[in-house]
């Protein structure tokens, strides 16, 4: 069975342009490289970033910091997190998605560097977006950021890492963060393995499959058991407690393989009292707003900037 009739018609160039290869460990060095180079091809961001870099849990860590208004002070702000799987992209290499935040609402972004496994598994990279959020809030005067309006927002990969981000910031008295702000948010370390709860015949044909999801997870997870109380710091669906997580923007594709873990996740939230905006688009499958002049895209990037704009009172 194929889904490719029910993929929106504008977005049908993606499945052509980014066809699945498959992932092993001797290849991802290749994988990353290749994943870089897609980038590349969009030429220079709309801002510019400032590379600074801090003392993260495994040493010098860097962030990609937009400012489009450098001198400003108590602004809100987000700190964004890659997409990749777990296992390839970079906050060096995908620089248009943060910076064409900042530039278009005018605040303030900041682009973590974490660790990516298999080298660096559990906690590594969530450890290193922590990192970063305690540093946003930390010197928030100095950025020209109000430290009670930061976000955080991430894409596949990176939206698991940033729903991981505020339970870890929630758990341990970390920032209050303002809001979350997922896009199709990869949260359930069981989907497309033998123990998966979603068995949808409509999700994850394209793009990112179930054996890439296998893959990213059982990077990420080295020897961990995922048994003990931070198994919602791993795969934020296995967290049995939600309540007291900021306000949340989900945003996900009909034909997304993380469809039904991001539905799922949002009444989960709904029912622990936590206010969620919730957009699934037809026809879209993972990383659809890569072709921005689409119709969903255009729809994505109006529903998400508003829900930006209202949770952190830009003016």
């Given at each position: 069975?194929?889904?490719?009739?029910?993929?929106?018609?504008?977005?049908?160039?993606?499945?052509?342009?980014?066809?699945?290869?498959?992932?092993?460990?001797?290849?991802?060095?290749?994988?990353?490289?290749?994943?870089?180079?897609?980038?590349?091809?969009?030429?220079?961001?709309?801002?510019?970033?400032?590379?600074?870099?801090?003392?993260?849990?495994?040493?010098?860590?860097?962030?990609?910091?937009?400012?489009?208004?450098?001198?400003?002070?108590?602004?809100?702000?987000?700190?964004?997190?890659?997409?990749?799987?777990?296992?390839?992209?970079?906050?060096?290499?995908?620089?248009?998605?943060?910076?064409?935040?900042?530039?278009?609402?005018?605040?303030?972004?900041?682009?973590?560097?974490?660790?990516?496994?298999?080298?660096?598994?559990?906690?590594?990279?969530?450890?290193?977006?922590?990192?970063?959020?305690?540093?946003?809030?930390?010197?928030?005067?100095?950025?020209?950021?109000?430290?009670?309006?930061?976000?955080?927002?991430?894409?596949?990969?990176?939206?698991?890492?940033?729903?991981?981000?505020?339970?870890m910031a929630r758990d341990t008295g970390g920032p209050a963060l303002a809001a979350q702000f997922l896009t199709y948010p990869m949260l359930d370390h069981r989907t497309g393995g033998p123990s998966c709860t979603w068995r949808n015949p409509t999700t994850g044909e394209f793009i990112w499959t179930r054996e890439s999801n296998v893959f990213g997870w059982d990077a990420l997870r080295g020897d961990y058991g995922a048994d003990d109380e931070r198994r919602g710091w791993f795969s934020p669906?296995?967290?049995?407690?939600?309540?007291?997580?900021?306000?949340?923007?989900?945003?996900?594709?009909?034909?997304?393989?993380?469809?039904?873990?991001?539905?799922?996740?949002?009444?989960?939230?709904?029912?622990?009292?936590?206010?969620?905006?919730?957009?699934?688009?037809?026809?879209?499958?993972?990383?659809?707003?890569?072709?921005?002049?689409?119709?969903?895209?255009?729809?994505?990037?109006?529903?998400?900037?508003?829900?930006?704009?209202?949770?952190?009172?830009?003016?």
């Open positions: 069975m194929t889904t490719r009739h029910l993929v929106d018609p504008e977005i049908l160039p993606l499945i052509d342009l980014m066809p699945f290869t498959g992932f092993t460990r001797e290849g991802l060095p290749a994988a990353r490289i290749a994943s870089a180079e897609r980038f590349a091809f969009l030429g220079e961001p709309p801002l510019a970033p400032q590379v600074k870099t801090i003392a993260g849990p495994g040493g010098a860590l860097e962030i990609y910091w937009y400012d489009p208004a450098p001198g400003t002070a108590d602004r809100p702000a987000l700190l964004h997190v890659h997409g990749g799987g777990m296992i390839i992209g970079s906050a060096r290499s995908m620089q248009h998605g943060p910076s064409g935040t900042a530039a278009a609402l005018g605040i303030p972004v900041a682009s973590v560097e974490y660790r990516l496994a298999p080298e660096h598994p559990f906690p590594a990279p969530q450890e290193d977006c922590l990192a970063a959020l305690n540093w946003l809030a930390e010197n928030a005067a100095e950025l020209g950021v109000d430290p009670a309006k930061i976000g955080i927002i991430g894409e596949s990969a990176g939206g698991g890492l940033a729903a991981a981000t505020a339970l669906t296995l967290a049995e407690d939600l309540s007291g997580l900021p306000p949340t923007w989900i945003g996900t594709g009909a034909l997304d393989l993380f469809l039904d873990e991001d539905l799922d996740y949002a009444r989960r939230l709904v029912a622990a009292g936590v206010e969620v905006e919730l957009h699934c688009y037809p026809g879209a499958i993972h990383a659809f707003q890569a072709v921005a002049e689409s119709r969903i895209a255009k729809a994505f990037v109006r529903d998400q900037f508003a829900a930006i704009t209202r949770l952190l009172q830009i003016a």
